[in-house]
């Protein structure tokens, strides 16, 4: 049975373990994630094994800042809802978006599509957010950004990894929301080891549930929040941002990323 962690925002320890919500759930299955949380800035890092990482800063920017960027975002940028194929078929993007990023870059395509690559000169407040970026990821140079518009609940982006070979084997990305507050899931890909077997050849060593670390993790994105994978987290997991009925209002996501 998968196991599934919520980020319990309200534990205030500096040095904390993620939960599920109900302790039945808890008794029942009780797989936990390691995760570190400062109690000043409410940054949380979860540990998702085998090299892959998430970390979570709820707060990033300023509340009144983040709402004045979700505006001009909203007005200025050239927003498309491209035609893309999933699994064969052609399908409207379920959410608008644009492609911005540096000149002389290898063409990003994902689902068939290739974006046309806007340049950062002619968004100077994108330039701001990516300087901020930079100075809390130090040693990060991102050089793209996808920007993601859901007009409500009912726009979505299905489950899928950033794992396009541009990004290398361990891509960093950096993700950051603005306006109305949406549920973000991450759930590990299926093992590709058979049942049975492991790779040394050797019978497989029963291991307690309890050692055993969660295999969905969920956020709930607010205003103004940073959220970053890395490590192996594009090969060995995949993310979502489900429909919701109740998102009555628009949200807007930018994820940066750096193209080899
Ligand atoms: O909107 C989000 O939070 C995620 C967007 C995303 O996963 C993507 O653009 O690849
Ligand atoms: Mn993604």
């Known amino acids: ?32 994630a390691a995760a570190t ?26 509340y009144d800042q983040s709402w004045n960027y979700l505006e001009y975002l909203n007005k200025n ?7 893309i194929r999933v699994f064969g078929r052609s399908c409207v993007q379920p959410r608008d978006s644009c492609y911005v990023a540096s000149e002389g870059l290898p063409q990003l395509a994902y689902s ?9 000169d002619e968004y100077p407040p994108l330039k701001d957010i990516l300087d901020a970026v930079h100075k809390a990821l130090p040693g990060s140079r991102f050089n793209s950004l996808l920007l993601n518009r859901y007009k409500g609940g009912d726009d979505y982006v299905g489950w899928h990894a950033d794992d ?21 899931l991450l759930k590990k890909r299926p093992d590709k080891t058979p ?4 790779t040394s050849g050797e019978p497989p060593k029963k291991r307690p549930k309890k050692n055993r670390s969660p295999d969905q993790h969920s956020f709930v994105l607010k205003h103004g929040s940073l959220l970053v994978m ?3 987290t594009q090969r060995d ?3 979502s941002v489900p429909k919701r009925v109740k998102a009555d209002s628009v949200r807007i996501n930018l994820t940066f990323r750096l193209v080899l």
């Open 1 to 32: 049975m998968a196991t599934v962690t919520k980020l319990n925002l309200k534990a205030e320890t500096d040095d904390c373990r993620l939960h599920r919500e109900s302790e039945n759930e808890l008794e029942e299955n009780e797989a936990v």
């Open 37 to 62: 949380r400062d109690s000043k800035t409410k940054k949380v890092v979860v540990e998702l094994g085998n090299g892959s990482q998430v970390i979570y800063m709820p707060r990033f920017l300023a």
């Open 77 to 83: 940028i050239p927003w498309n809802r491209p035609t």
């Open 112 to 120: 068939g599509y290739q974006p046309h690559a806007y340049s950062w």
């Open 164 to 184: 396009e070979k541009l990004y290398g084997p361990t891509p960093e990305i950096a993700s950051l929301s603005f306006g109305c507050e949406r549920e973000f």
């Open 195 to 198: 049942r049975g077997k492991t």
């Open 230 to 232: 890395r490590g192996y």
């Open 237 to 239: 997991w995949l993310h």
